[in-house]
């Protein structure tokens, strides 16, 4: 009886070792002959892509930052010349990517400098009802032989996670994508507990200056306007009318507003509004309440709006709120962020220098 066992014992063995054999040694019915993998993109198609992708672009600026933030040396090209501001926290292997243009707005891009970089696959990024999937078919008609895969809304931060995870898939970048689902998930969370618990009749009105001359702005529904309403402030350019628009106003209306909190993306703007008298008498100004948005090596409020304003969550949370956002540690914030999807080591001084250029205080940090 015994050997009987042994026996049936070592033929168990023998099928399980075959067994992790074929396992570990039959070829992946995923990848075709030529190296290739079949995959579904954002927008449902089926797309052949290289299995082992190395060279990615982007046709828009939010997509160029998430490739950039996942898995910085896949990234072929950048969709306009690094500005000097954004090159202080570029890393050196970085500062000379090819410029190849981007389909964004009123920028009309050279299919001929997108296939001068040699990418494996192009990202095309589209709205989330599809509205614009026929903008990725002539892109892929386009680019001939080369797979154009579709993401979704890569604008609006507290949807953005689906585009991150996919993205991270599509990259080998997974640990990458989870850290920065994890970060925007962190701080979405708290402004969405805090902002519920402040009565309307409480929230500060908020006041975005885009250009120059600060009479730029934007409605509460516009994406680059979305940290404001994120964090509980109220944009008074509501007042409008225009939500969902970027438009220009006068300083009167401005003035009318009298808002609680101006912030800008500009620093031409912020050097000047508290010398300049046509500003002085708004409550904003009068009590020293103006914050130049932190903008290298991207813009953490806007421009573009996207995976680089994630950042800007907790930022924006202690411009309007200190007193209601103290869980915030936003130096322990700007490092982590800065580590892990800049891929810069910033010291605990330097985080805190950069956010005392914004305008912030040293109780607000």
């Known amino acids: 009886m015994e050997k009987k066992t042994k026996i049936i014992l070592a033929v168990l063995a023998v099928i399980v070792v075959a067994a992790v054999a074929i396992v570990c040694f039959a070829p992946s019915t995923n990848v075709d002959t030529n190296g290739n993998v079949n995959i579904t993109d954002m927008a449902n198609r089926n797309v052949e892509v ?50 190849v243009g981007q389909w964004n707005g009123k920028n009309d891009a050279s299919y001929e400098e997108f296939m001068s970089v040699n990418p494996d696959i192009v990202i095309q990024d589209i709205r989330g009802d599809g509205s614009d999937l026929d903008i990725v078919e002539e892109r892929q008609k386009n680019f001939a032989d080369i797979p154009v895969v579709a993401t979704v809304d890569t604008v609006e931060i507290d949807k953005v996670s689906d585009t991150i995870t996919f993205l991270g898939k599509l990259l080998d970048a997974e640990d990458k994508a989870d850290k920065l689902n994890s970060f925007n998930d962190k701080y979405l969370s708290l402004a969405k507990d805090t902002s519920s618990k402040i009565p309307d009749s409480e929230k500060k009105t908020v006041y975005f200056a885009r250009s120059e001359n600060g009479l730029n702005t934007a409605g509460p529904k516009s994406a680059h306007a979305q940290l404001i309403s994120i964090v509980g402030g109220k944009n008074v350019a509501e007042a409008s009318g225009a939500d ?11 003035v009318k507003w009298n808002p609680d909190v101006i912030i800008s993306t500009d620093p031409d703007f912020y050097a000047k509004v508290y010398k300049d008298p046509s500003w002085a008498s708004i409550k904003a100004v009068k009590n020293h309440e103006v914050y130049l948005a932190p903008s290298s090596p991207a813009n953490w409020f806007d421009m573009p709006p996207g995976v680089n304003t994630i950042i800007g969550v907790p930022w924006t ?18 490092t982590e962020f800065y580590k892990e999807f800049y891929h810069v080591d910033l010291t605990n001084d330097q985080a805190k220098q950069l956010l005392l250029d914004s305008g912030l205080k040293e109780n607000q940090l």
Do not use: C, H
Request: cysteine-free.
């Open 50 to 99: 290289p299995a082992n992708i190395e060279k990615v672009v982007s046709t828009r600026p939010s997509v160029t930052w998430l490739i950039y933030m996942l898995a910085p040396d896949k990234l072929a090209g950048i969709n306009s010349e690094w500005r000097n501001n954004e090159l202080e926290y570029i890393p050196d292997q970085y500062k000379n990517l090819p410029v």
């Open 244 to 254: 969902d628009k970027d438009f220009s106003v006068s300083i009167e209306e401005v």
């Open 317 to 334: 949370a202690k411009v309007i709120y200190p007193d209601k956002y103290t869980d915030i540690d936003l130096i322990s914030a700007t």
